[in-house]
């Protein structure tokens, strides 16, 4: 992760479901710098997540 410029004590691991893929959703993940006033937070392995809560739907 730390080729890719991610900062465990500072950035976010993104996750989140979009349309597409075979089944209608298809599922994005990403590096995010920046939280949403919409985020919900994990913490895991001293990893930090981001799901929009509109992703919870799925």
């Known amino acids: 992760m ?3 410029g991610f900062d465990a004590a ?3 691991v993104r996750v989140g479901v979009k349309s597409g893929g075979c089944s209608g959703l298809s599922y994005d993940l990403k590096f995010d710098k920046n939280k949403g006033e919409d985020d919900k937070i994990f913490v895991d392995n ?3 997540i981001a799901v929009e809560k509109k992703s919870f739907l799925y």
């Open 2 to 4: 730390k080729e890719d």
């Open 46 to 48: 001293e990893i930090t």
């Open 10 to 12: 500072a950035d976010y």
